[in-house]
C-alpha cells in the first residue's frame, strides 16, 4: 500500500525511474591525492557513456574517508555534468585520516591490515541509517547521526538532488529522520548484505515521506532482494538495484532503477542490460546480462572490498582516468593476477 511522499521526494523519484546512476570511484594517487579537475573529466565521462545520474562519495567512491574540502569539491564537480546528482552520507563517525596528508593509512591497509580494515569498512557500512519523528538514537551513535546531518546540509547547500544513507548504528528510522529534518533532501534508503534492515523496520523507513526509495544491494540473497522490491513498490517508492552480481534478475523481480558500483566503468555494458529489458528483444537481453555477469563475477568477488581497485583498473583499462589515479589506498591489496583476470573478464 502506497505512504505519503513529500513532493520533493516524489519528484527525485520519478526523475530517476528508469534511470543508470553510477555509483562513481574517487579517482587518486597511490598516496590517497585527488586531482578535482581529473575528476569532473571522469565524471563526464561516465556520463557520456550512458550513466543517467551519478552517485558520488557513496561506497564505491570511498566518500566517508574523504577530508570535507574534497568532498566539497567532487559535489561542485560532479553538479557540473548537469546530471541528477546523489551524495553518500554519514558512515563511519570519525573519518579516517586523509592518506594524502601523510597518515600512513596506506602502509596500515597492506597485507592482513588490509583485509582487517576492508572488513571494518564493510562492517560501518553494514547498519543503513534511516530515521523516523523524535525516535531516540542508540547510545554512543550521536557522532554517527551528526556526520551524517553535517554531510546531508553540506550536500543540499551544494545543490545536490539527494542523499544516500550510509549504513550506521543505532536507530535507522531515527537516523533517517534527523537527516531528513536536516537538510529536506530527498532520501535514498539502503538495504545491504553485510547487515539486513529488518522488514518491519524497512518498512517503516518506506513510509517516511522524505523517502524517494530504495536501493538493494543483498548480494546473493535472491529472496530478501524479491521481498525488498516489492515492498518498496507497495510503498510508493522507487525500487533501485544495487545488485552487481544479480542485476539482470532484479530488473525482472520489478526494480525500475539502478545505482551500481560496476557503473564506476564498463558504463555502456551495464547500461545495454536495461536497454535491452526495456526492448522486446530477449535474446538480447540474455546476451547483454552474460556479458556484464562475466565482468560481475571477476570485480565483485572476494575479497568483496577489492571491488574498488578492481573498479578502477576497468576505468584506467577504458581510458575513464589516468593509471595514476586508478588506486584505493582504503582497500585490501590485490595480486596482479586479479587485474589480469579483471581486464580478461572485460575484453
Known amino acids: 500500500m502506497s505512504t505519503a511522499i513529500d513532493p520533493r521526494a516524489a519528484r527525485l523519484r520519478d526523475r530517476l ?6 555509483a562513481a570511484a574517487t ?34 567512491g570511498r566518500g566517508p574517508f574523504l577530508p570535507t574540502e574534497v568532498r566539497r569539491g567532487l559535489i561542485l564537480r560532479a553538479r557540473a555534468t548537469g546530471v541528477p546528482v546523489i551524495v553518500g552520507v554519514g558512515g563511519a563517525g570519525t573519518p579516517a585520516p586523509h592518506p594524502g596528508a601523510g597518515s600512513g593509512r596506506k602502509e596500515a591497509l597492506s597485507g592482513g591490515a588490509a583485509d582487517e580494515g576492508a572488513g571494518a569498512l564493510e562492517r560501518s557500512m553494514a547498519d543503513e541509517g534511516a530515521g523516523v519523528v523524535e525516535r531516540p ?9 551528526e556526520r551524517a546531518v553535517a554531510d546531508a546540509r553540506t550536500a543540499a547547500e551544494l545543490g545536490a538532488d539527494g542523499v544516500l544513507l550510509f549504513p550506521s548504528p543505532g536507530d535507522r528510522v531515527a537516523l533517517h529522520d534527523a537527516v531528513w529534518r536536516a537538510a529536506e533532501l530527498p532520501m535514498i534508503a539502503f538495504d545491504l548484505y553485510t547487515s539486513p534492515c529488518p522488514p518491519a523496520v524497512m518498512r517503516e523507513i518506506l513510509g517516511h515521506p522524505g523517502v524517494a526509495g530504495l536501493k538493494t544491494a543483498l548480494l ?20 533501485i538495484t544495487g545488485e552487481d552480481r544479480m542485476f539482470g ?23 545495454a542490460v536495461m536497454r535491452a529489458f526495456d526492448g522486446d528483444d530477449l535474446r538480447a537481453f ?25 573498479m578502477l583498473w576497468l576505468a584506467a583499462a577504458e581510458g575513464l582516468i589516468p593509471e595514476s589515479h586508478a588506486h584505493d589506498p582504503f582497500g585490501p591489496g590485490l ?7 579483471v581486464l580478461a573478464a572485460a575484453s
Request: net charge negative.
Open 17 to 22: 525511474r528508469g534511470a543508470l546512476v553510477a
Open 27 to 60: 579517482p587518486m594517487t597511490r598516496s590517497g591525492e585527488v586531482d578535482l579537475d581529473l575528476a569532473e573529466s571522469y565524471f563526464h565521462r561516465l556520463v557520456a557513456s550512458g550513466a543517467d545520474a551519478l552517485a558520488v562519495l557513496a561506497h564505491t
Open 137 to 145: 538514537l542508540a547510545e554512543g551513535s550521536a557522532d554517527v547521526v
Open 220 to 239: 546473493s540473497d535472491a529472496m530478501g532482494c524479491q521481498e525488498t522490491i516489492a515492498m518498496a513498490r507497495e510503498a510508493g517508492r522507487l525500487a
Open 249 to 271: 534478475p532484479s530488473l525482472l523481480w520489478g526494480a525500475e532503477a539502478a545505482l551500481v558500483g560496476i557503473a564506476a566503468a564498463s558504463v555502456e555494458a551495464t547500461a
Open 286 to 310: 540474455e546476451k547483454a546480462s552474460a556479458r556484464l555477469d562475466r565482468l560481475a563475477a571477476a570485480t565483485f568477488t572476494a575479497p568483496m572490498e577489492g571491488y574498488v581497485q578492481r
Open 335 to 341: 595480486p596482479e593476477e586479479d587485474r589480469e583476470r
